[in-house]
Every structure is written in structure tokens, then in C-alpha cells.
């Protein structure tokens, strides 16, 4: 079992940044492919991007050069560092895990991933 808490969004203008945490609780952290998705209003939840249980390996959607996808196992935390938001990236944004006994697997299909967090808003104005 594992609880996750997202953490970070905010109100930003277009072209700034933001960094999303998400926290994580239980034993299966370490043990589990995480990732990131987002939900706009109206629209499907979806990938945004990926990492494997040993950060060696990530994944991306179409956001692949502004942002990036790190994790922590010692602090059972996930990060996702955005640059460059446009208004299309404004979303509720979503950590996930997927356990796995692949140590070097980055999922991207929503399926995969067991427990969710209930999310953090992010905005962009213009």
C-alpha cells in the first residue's frame, strides 16, 4: 500500500515555471514505477511522464525538453520540474505508482498505475 500527496501547483504566467512534488507513504515506494498525468477540465487524465523504481530510466509525452521527471528513494519523493508553461499545460496534475518488479521500467499507459494522489491544480495565465 502506498499514499501519495501531491504538492506545488500554483497560479503562474505563461512562459514561468513551477516544481511538483509528490509525497509518498508505506513501504512500496522504492518498489514502484511512478509517474506523473494530467486532467484538464473536460478532457481525459493523461501521461504527462515517467520514471522507473531506479531513476535511471524516464519517459515522456509531449513535454519531453520543459520538463523533467526525477525521483528520491531515500525521501520516498517524486519531483516534476516544469519550464516554459503555456496555457495548454494548465491541468490538475496527478502522481501515480505502479509496483513492478522491473527495476528499469518506465510506464506510460494509465492502466498500469495502482495508487493515486488526489492531485494539485496548476493554472497558467496569460
Known amino acids: 500500500q502506498v499514499q501519495l500527496v501531491e504538492s506545488g501547483g500554483a497560479l503562474v504566467q505563461a512562459g514561468g515555471s513551477l516544481r511538483l512534488s509528490c509525497a509518498a507513504s508505506?513501504?512500496?515506494?522504492?518498489?514502484?514505477?511512478m509517474g506523473w498525468f494530467r486532467q484538464a477540465p473536460g478532457k481525459e487524465r493523461v501521461f504527462v511522464a515517467g520514471?522507473?523504481?531506479?531513476?535511471?530510466?524516464t519517459c515522456y509525452a509531449d513535454v519531453k525538453g520543459r520538463f523533467n521527471i526525477s525521483r528520491d528513494n531515500a525521501k520516498n519523493t517524486m519531483y516534476l520540474q516544469m519550464i516554459s508553461l503555456n496555457l495548454e499545460d494548465a491541468a490538475v496534475y496527478y502522481c501515480a505508482a505502479a509496483p513492478t518488479s522491473w527495476t528499469g521500467s518506465c510506464y506510460s499507459r494509465l492502466d498500469l498505475y495502482e495508487y493515486w494522489g488526489q492531485g494539485t491544480q496548476v493554472t497558467v495565465s496569460s
Open positions: 508505506g513501504r512500496t515506494f522504492s518498489n514502484s514505477a
Open positions: 520514471i522507473s523504481r531506479n531513476g535511471e530510466n
